[in-house]
C-alpha cells in the first residue's frame, strides 16, 4: 500500500501533485475550499521545465493536449510602445515555451484525478507542529503526510510558523482572455514603456491572452475588476495589437491584481511530515512566468521522490531532499524574477533610456542563453 496523503488546495501545485502520486498508485485526498474547482479566466505560459517535470510523473502528454504554440513560430521578444524591436529571441528560446488558457488546464488536470479524490467548499487547516493530521468542519483525520499548496496567502504557512511575510512588487497586473480569435500578425512578447509593460500570448484556439502592468494603486481587491476604460487610456496610443487585444476583451472579463511575493525565502518547507509546496512555498512574482512551472517542479519532484515509499514508511529522507533541492532552486527563481520586474517597470526617462539601449544592444541568443536554466529541470534520484 502506498502513502496516504492530504493536499491543501486544488491549484495548479495541488492538482499535478495529486494526479502524479495517484498515477504512483498513492492514496490521494484533495481539499479545496471553493466550491467550484475551476480556474479563474485568464492565460499562462508554460515553459520546457514544467513539461520536463509533468512528463516525469506521467502528465506531459495530458497537459500538452490543452497547451498551444504560445510564441513559438512569431517573431518574440521585446517592443517600445511604438512597435520598434529592441531585441528578437532565437526561435529555439521560445520553442518550449506553451500557452494555455487556465480553465483548460484546471479541466485537464482535474480529469486526471480518480472519483471522489477532490473535496471542495470547505476549507482545510495543517497542524501547526506539522504532524500529518488535517482538520476541516467535518473533523480531524490523520494521513501519512499532508501536503499544503493554499496559494500566496497560505494559511498553512503561516501556521507552521514559516510565514517572513508578503511585500509589494510595486505594480498591478491586469490579465484578459479575446473572446475570439485576433490576428496578432506572426509578432508577440512584451512591450516595455515607461513604468508600464503589456504582453500578448496566442491561446491554442485562436484567441488572446494578454497582460498589462503599471505602478498604480492597488484599489478596494485583488480579483476580477473592470478595469478596461483605464487600461485602454494607458495603451490605446502602443503598437499593434494592444489596442485590439483591449477592444476585443469582453467588459468585465479582466483580472487585477497588486503584485506580491515573499519578502524573504522560507527557511524550511518541510515540518515534520507536512510539506508547503508552489506559492504556499514560494510565491514570486510573475515576471519570469515561472510561478506555475515551480510549483510543477516542486510537485513532480515530491512524486519522484516518494516513488515506492510505503503507508507507516519513514518519509524523512524524501523529504529532506525535497526541502533542500527546492529551496535552491525556487529562492533563485524568485529572486530573478524580482529583478527582472524591478528593471521592466523603470519609469524615470533616463532609466528607460538606459535600459533599452542597453537591451537593444544585447543580442538575442545572449538573452537567450541567460534564460536557458529556467528552462531546464530534471527528476532528482529517489532517496535510497
Ligand atoms: C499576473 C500573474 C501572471 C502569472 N503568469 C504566470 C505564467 O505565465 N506562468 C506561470 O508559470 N505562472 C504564472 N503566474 C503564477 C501562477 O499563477 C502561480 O504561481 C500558480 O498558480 C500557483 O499555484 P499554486 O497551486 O501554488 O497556488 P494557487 O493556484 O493559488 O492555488 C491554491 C489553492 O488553494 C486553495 N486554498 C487556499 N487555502 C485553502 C484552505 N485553507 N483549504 C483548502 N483550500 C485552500 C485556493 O482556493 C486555491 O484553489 C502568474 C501569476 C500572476 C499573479
Known amino acids: 500500500m502506498g502513502v496516504r496523503v492530504a493536499v491543501v488546495g486544488a491549484g495548479i501545485g495541488g492538482l499535478v501533485l495529486a494526479a502524479g502520486l495517484q498515477r504512483d498508485g498513492h492514496d490521494v485526498r484533495v481539499h479545496e475550499r471553493r466550491a467550484d474547482a475551476g480556474a479563474l479566466g485568464a492565460g499562462l505560459t508554460l515553459s520546457g521545465n514544467a513539461f520536463a517535470a509533468l512528463d516525469a510523473i506521467g502528465l506531459g502528454e495530458r497537459v500538452r493536449a490543452v497547451t498551444g504554440a504560445g510564441v513559438a513560430g512569431l517573431r518574440a521578444g521585446q517592443r517600445r510602445p511604438s512597435g520598434r524591436w529592441m531585441t528578437t529571441l532565437p526561435p529555439a528560446a521560445v ?33 501547526p507542529d506539522g504532524a500529518p493530521v488535517l482538520r476541516t468542519p467535518g473533523g480531524a483525520e490523520e494521513f501519512d503526510l499532508v501536503v499544503a499548496a493554499d496559494g500566496l496567502r497560505s494559511s498553512s504557512r503561516s501556521a507552521l510558523g514559516l510565514d517572513t511575510g508578503l511585500r509589494r512588487a510595486g505594480y498591478l497586473a491586469w490579465r484578459g482572455v479575446t473572446a475570439g480569435a485576433l490576428d496578432v500578425g506572426g509578432q508577440a512578447g512584451e512591450t516595455w514603456g515607461r513604468g508600464q509593460r503589456f504582453g500578448v500570448v496566442p491561446l491554442p484556439d485562436g484567441r488572446v491572452y494578454w497582460f498589462a502592468t503599471a505602478a498604480a494603486p492597488p484599489g478596494p481587491a485583488d480579483g476580477a475588476a473592470d478595469d478596461l476604460d483605464a487600461l485602454r487610456e494607458r495603451f490605446g496610443t502602443w503598437h499593434d495589437p494592444v489596442p485590439a487585444c483591449l477592444a476585443a476583451t ?23 511530515r507536512t510539506v508547503l509546496l508552489g506559492d504556499a512555498a514560494h510565491a514570486m512574482t510573475p515576471d519570469l512566468g515561472q510561478g506555475a512551472g515551480q510549483a510543477i517542479e516542486d510537485a513532480a519532484t515530491l512524486v519522484v521522490l516518494l516513488r515506492g515509499a510505503r503507508g507507516g514508511g519513514d518519509l524523512r529522507p524524501a523529504l529532506a531532499r525535497y526541502d ?58 529517489p532517496a535510497g
Open 95 to 127: 520553442a518550449s515555451l506553451r500557452s494555455v488558457h487556465r480553465a483548460d488546464l484546471h479541466r485537464a488536470l482535474l480529469d486526471a484525478l480518480r472519483d471522489g479524490t477532490l473535496r471542495t467548499g470547505a476549507a482545510a487547516s495543517v497542524s
Open 250 to 272: 469582453p467588459p468585465g472579463a479582466v483580472l487585477r491584481h497588486d503584485v506580491h511575493d515573499l519578502r524573504r525565502p522560507l527557511r524550511s518547507f518541510v515540518v515534520d
Open 324 to 381: 533542500r533541492d527546492r529551496r535552491r532552486r525556487t529562492s533563485r527563481v524568485a529572486r530573478r524574477s524580482r529583478s527582472v520586474g524591478a528593471v521592466g517597470q523603470l519609469a524615470h526617462p533616463l532609466a528607460v533610456a538606459v535600459r533599452d539601449a542597453a537591451l537593444s544592444a544585447t543580442p538575442g541568443p545572449v538573452l537567450a542563453r541567460a534564460a536557458e536554466p529556467l528552462q531546464r529541470w530534471a527528476p532528482p534520484r
